[in-house]
């Protein structure tokens, strides 16, 4: 909301300075964006005196000028030819700049210096009604009493101050000069006092013009109107012009500022009407018919929806209601009668009709944060009034007040204790009763009951929790005593602490941690060349998304990951290891029928050239004995990963998720040139099966016996199932084994592999003997023989 | 005798400290201390010296045999340091030079922000509460006093999957759900990801919030005022000052925004704070009883307060990062300065 600081002066007297101001806005809650100065529009532009005038040596139509400017003398040349010496003219210096953003240099014209410009009223923004001889065609002469050297926007008024302060929501009231002023009069102490809303009637009466017939009370719960006769269609006053402007409205004719006026000063959005195009001298509010077509303001025509309200004549739609008028019954320069709308609509109708034709006004956006019952008939009073005052017009007596009966007055009752009991601190009740009257909170108490009355246009307070923040609001926030709530256990829960553990133990591995956006692109399946009825593909869609790539919710986190690395790998970072715990989101059903399950995964990659798939399954063997979950590895295929190097990871026969390295299409699909090996696991599922104090085991003082194993296997006999065998033969003196050499090809047999394996044989209560030793190998080895396994 | 004595003692010192390896020095050992030496082979011939002789020459026969082992043992022992100062010499490395050796990665400064601000809660007894990210508006916004066409819902524009289910705009839907399945009293910070159509350099269309709530018996503006104190203090500074300012939330009454003193000027006014010397941090406020109510817990005997904190805001301001979009990125030369 854009606040002159002249027009909050007609309401309210304010001995401070606009800073000071806004510091005490801020302090009842009223942010101040922005402090505009109007004079930061022009620059640098002086009133000059032109000394002498003599023609350019080297034109006709040029002449040159010396000016006093106060702080000396100047030479500017000019085209213009109504300047003599003596006159007193606006001078834009070097450096000026003019209200259209125009920068003024020091040059030469035809040879001949020039140290600036002499403007004309044009120049400086302004009309003959700114300053008389503003409209001529030529330099703009300047009062001769002007002291050369005096601030254009000094001599032209263009000082005013503007303070942008940002409105919350509940409080559409202050979306008004009037109603900041009310605040501006509480937190400064000071009267407010109310617009001026007198005016004369003519004989007219308003119903012999116009009857209004409101069908639809729930959207429009009041409809006013009044009459204007023998209107004159003229620019409108100075004041009138320069207040709209310094908010932001362009000034068109004194008909239409009007409106902006009042919107602006009262807040209550208004409507002309021409009275000779309304039909039947009519005027219905109502739903509009399905397809009812109405030009509107903007030129463009809007076919309306029943849900829609329109506000018609006897035969047709004239205006979308509250969001813009219509053409056919517009003012122009031959309108005689003016009827002037001032009504209250339901906020979310403006916002639905403004959302379904793609159109808004400053008209629809205030009706959108809503208007109370207290605007339509001051702002109706307040317009007519205006008219009253520049002469534009007969006013017609008496208006039409189309409503329900109904207002949103109130009084409250309670305790002032309670108020207390909210705030923490204990405000005397005189005190309490102070801040409310200066805020016209009428109150008055009877013991510790106060009786509040609220006026219509507060229909954010409700109940004495309101009443505690208008109070706080004003008592001060920096009265408050900091007191600290009682202890209580709190804590993570060991799943959360988990959550933690598992990502520091990924830091450790070097990896960095990444976050993405939960919602990926739809081609993500087709990039992962999922099958068509993979149940990854069902996915939940966002109706509303920010772009077709960012309108499904992920159900994996290995997209997001392959991105990131592609965007690293663009970007020259050749290797990386990062890991990502998210959400996915799987739904039961599509569409959408109850939430979705959201269960945390967490994806890890590395990339580079030193990376390799048993570097990542070894950081995952080391999650399962770091929380003692016994991961065991399947071959499995997944379908953007390479199928000869891809496993399945199970925890007690569940599948919980996969390690493998990227398929080469996808690989190119990302256009990443390096291997990639991602891992993507269920998290949730760490966290809540996984173990952190495991019990103690008892470890043997006794020596250990280390044996080596030279085999002979299958070429495609995998590792696990040769140690399985090992394991269960060898029997519980086996502590630890490990295969530490794989070879094929040279002096091995084709078809088969040599595998090297290390035993550690060890006993709790004793020394291993040789020959137990010997036997127990024996038995591996025989154990062995039934999956072609042999000593080499 | 004695002049061979004499020729042996005269010679030895030169010889031994010539020598230049410990094979050297053995050899020496034998030439003169060994079973045919030169010095046994003296103290064998002794025998055939004058009795008056005998212990004169036996007395400077075996000075001569401690002077050898003597200059055996230092010549022994200065081999040794030479041999190894050429060890060492010989391993010297070039210390500036750095390999790459691994190195631990790093958490993402979202989740250094996260935990500090988690931390700074759970030491005054908050439990961490999670909920839905796809949410009901029901939670999100209904039982927080937000109806359907609620003019504060155009403020955070929200993703809708359909009519009633949405991506949650705030971790406050946490507190909806809370208050309905616990009795008070309830002490949570919900740490979370939520979601607003938004996308330039300071808003993201998803970000993260951690919600606060307390309800029990006699809450108050004060117990507000000393929470966040706290909080501020331990996440901004000791010397961190506080203000409240008024605001508006509907599911807050009173309701109020919380600046702390910049921590860049400390008050001063600079680019930070643009020259206000005050940062806005978070929202918060005394929970409205609407809310309470709506959720099941009666506003006659409980009250409470809730606030909301933006992660990515304060790991900004924390980390001095210039573009929301930054964090999302995810480049590791971004990533790797926050170990």
């Known amino acids: ?792 | 005798m004695l002049d061979k004595i004499k020729s042996i003692s005269d010679s030895v010192k030169k010889i031994i400290s010539e020598a230049d390896g410990s094979g050297v020095l053995n050899d020496m050992r034998v030439k003169y201390l060994g079973k045919n030496g030169e010095i046994t082979a003296l103290l064998k011939n002794l025998k055939n010296c004058s009795p008056e002789e005998k212990p004169f020459i036996g007395k400077h026969i075996n000075i001569l045999r401690e002077q050898v082992e003597k200059l055996l043992a230092e010549r022994e022992k200065t081999l040794a340091e030479i041999e190894l100062n050429k060890k060492i010499e010989s391993e010297k490395i070039d210390v500036t030079l750095s390999l790459n050796y691994p190195k631990k990665g790093g958490l993402h400064p979202l989740t250094l922000a996260r935990n500090e601000l988690v931390d700074a809660f759970v030491g005054m007894g908050f439990e961490v509460k999670e909920g839905p990210e796809i949410e009901l508006d029901f939670y999100n916004f209904q039982q927080l006093n937000i109806p359907k066409d609620h003019p504060s819902r155009d403020a955070q524009d929200t993703f809708y999957i359909n009519d009633n289910i949405l991506l949650r705009t705030q971790t406050s839907a946490v507190q909806a759900r809370t208050m309905e399945s616990e009795k008070p009293p309830i002490r949570i910070v919900c740490p979370g990801k939520v979601y607003r159509l938004d996308d330039d350099a300071t808003h993201s269309p998803m970000f993260q919030q951690i919600e606060g709530l307390v309800v029990d018996k006699n809450i108050n503006l004060c117990d507000l005022k000393g929470t966040l104190d706290e909080f501020a203090r331990k996440f901004f500074g000791e010397d961190t000052k506080t203000r409240f300012r008024p605001s508006y939330f509907p599911f807050t009454e009173p309701s109020v925004e919380l600046d702390v003193s910049c921590f860049m000027c400390h008050g001063k006014g600079c680019r930070l704070c643009k020259g206000t010397g005050w940062i806005e941090v978070l929202g918060a406020g005394v929970v409205n009883p609407v809310v309470l109510k709506n959720c099941g817990i009666d506003p006659e005997i409980y009250s409470g307060f809730a606030f909301g904190i933006g992660i990515e805001r304060c790991a900004m301001l924390k980390y001095g990062i210039p573009d929301m979009r930054i964090l999302f990125e995810n480049d590791i030369r971004f990533l790797s300065q926050y170990k």
Request: aromatic share 8%; hydrophobic share 40%.
């Open chain 1, 1 to 792: 909301m854009k606040v002159p600081y002249s027009w909050l002066k007609e309401f309210v007297d304010i001995d401070i300075t606009p800073a000071e101001l806004g510091d005490k806005l801020v302090s009842v809650g009223f942010e101040i964006e922005e402090v505009i100065e109007m004079r930061d529009s022009i620059k640098n532009v002086v009133a000059g005196k032109i000394l002498s005038v003599e023609k350019h040596p080297d034109s006709d139509h040029l002449l040159v000028c010396s000016v006093d400017v106060g702080t000396g003398k100047v030479q500017i040349v000019t085209g213009a030819q109504n300047v003599k010496t003596g006159d007193v003219v606006p001078v834009a210096l070097d450096g000026a700049v003019l209200p259209d953003g125009k920068k003024i240099n020091s040059g030469a014209l035809r040879g001949v210096k020039s140290e600036g410009m002499m403007c004309s009223g044009g120049e400086l923004a302004l009309t003959e009604s700114d300053y008389p001889g503003a409209g001529v065609y030529g330099i703009l002469i300047l009062d001769a009493k002007t002291q050369p050297g005096t601030d254009i926007n000094e001599v032209i008024g263009n000082t005013e101050t503007v303070l942008d302060v940002a409105i919350t929501a509940n409080r559409p009231d202050c979306n008004s000069i009037l109603g900041i002023a009310r605040e501006v009069a509480a937190v400064t102490g000071k009267k407010l006092r109310m617009p001026n809303l007198s005016y004369t009637v003519s004989d007219y009466k308003t119903k012999d013009f116009i009857s209004v017939e409101n069908r639809n009370f729930e959207l429009c719960p009041r409809y006013m109107a009044g009459a204007v006769t023998e209107v004159t269609e003229c620019e409108s006053p100075k004041i009138i012009r320069d207040r709209l402007k310094a908010v932001g409205i362009r000034p068109i004719n004194n008909l239409v500022d009007v409106t902006n006026y009042v919107l602006t000063e009262i807040g209550q959005p208004m409507h002309a009407f021409d009275l000779k195009n309304l039909a039947g001298g009519k005027i219905v509010v109502r739903n509009a018919a399905e397809g009812e077509k109405i030009t509107a303001l903007d030129g463009k025509e809007y076919s309306l929806k029943v849900s829609q309200l329109a506000i018609c004549d006897a035969e047709k739609p004239v205006a979308i209601a509250g969001v813009m008028g219509g053409m056919y019954a517009s003012i122009g320069n031959d309108t005689e009668t003016v009827i002037l709308e001032s009504a209250r609509f339901a906020r979310d109708s403006i916002r639905h009709t403004s959302r379904e034709l793609n159109l808004r006004s400053d008209s629809s956006a205030r009706y959108e944060k809503g208007i109370d019952f207290y605007s339509q008939e001051l702002g109706l009073k307040r317009a007519l009034s205006l008219f009253s005052e520049y002469g534009w017009g007969k006013i017609a007596e008496g208006f039409i007040d189309a409503n329900m009966g109904c207002t949103s007055e109130k009084t409250l009752v309670y305790d002032y204790k309670a108020v207390n009991s909210i705030i923490g601190i204990d405000v005397e009740k005189e005190r309490i009763i102070r801040i409310l009257n200066n805020l016209e909170l009428s109150t008055t108490a009877e013991g510790d009951v106060l009786t509040t009355f609220v006026p219509d246009y507060r229909e954010d307070i409700e109940g004495v929790n309101d009443i505690a923040e208008e109070v706080v609001r004003f008592y001060g926030y920096d009265e408050l005593a900091p007191r600290l709530i009682s202890t209580k256990r709190g804590g993570k829960s060991p799943e959360q602490l988990r959550f933690d553990k598992l990502k520091n133990m990924l830091v450790g591995y070097g990896a960095y941690e990444t976050v993405s956006y939960s919602f990926i692109s739809p081609k993500a399946f087709d990039m992962l060349l999922m099958k068509e009825n993979d149940p990854l593909r069902k996915a939940v869609e966002i109706s509303n998304p920010l772009g077709a790539d960012f309108s499904i919710m992920r159900t994996t986190l290995s997209y997001s990951m392959l991105k990131i690395i592609n965007t690293n790998y663009k970007r020259g970072n050749k290797e990386g290891r990062f890991f990502e715990i998210a959400n996915v989101y799987l739904p039961e059903s599509l569409p959408l029928e109850k939430l979705p399950e959201e269960k945390q995964h967490i994806v890890i990659a590395f990339y580079g050239e030193n990376e390799g798939f048993y570097k990542l399954k070894g950081v995952l063997e080391d999650i399962s004995e770091t929380f003692a979950l016994n991961f065991e590895f399947k071959r499995e295929e997944i379908s953007y990963l390479h199928p000869g190097r891809t496993a399945s990871v199970y925890s007690d026969g569940k599948k919980i998720g996969y390690v493998g390295e990227v398929h080469p299409l996808v690989q190119d699909t990302f256009e990443i040139d390096k291997r990639i090996y991602l891992a993507e696991l269920d998290a949730d599922y760490i966290f809540e099966k996984g173990i952190d104090i495991k019990p103690y085991k008892a470890f043997s003082k006794y020596q250990a016996v280390e044996r080596d194993l030279a085999l002979l296997a299958p070429i495609d006999e995998e590792a696990a199932k040769i140690l399985g065998v090992i394991s269960s033969a060898a029997g519980n003196i086996l502590e630890k084994m490990e295969i530490f050499d794989v070879y094929v090809g040279g002096q091995v047999p084709k078809g088969k592999k040599s595998v090297a394996v290390k035993l550690l044989f060890r006993l709790h209560d004793g020394t291993l003997t040789d020959s137990e030793i010997n036997a127990r190998i024996e038995k591996i080895l025989e154990a062995l023989k039934s999956e072609n396994v042999f000593l080499r």
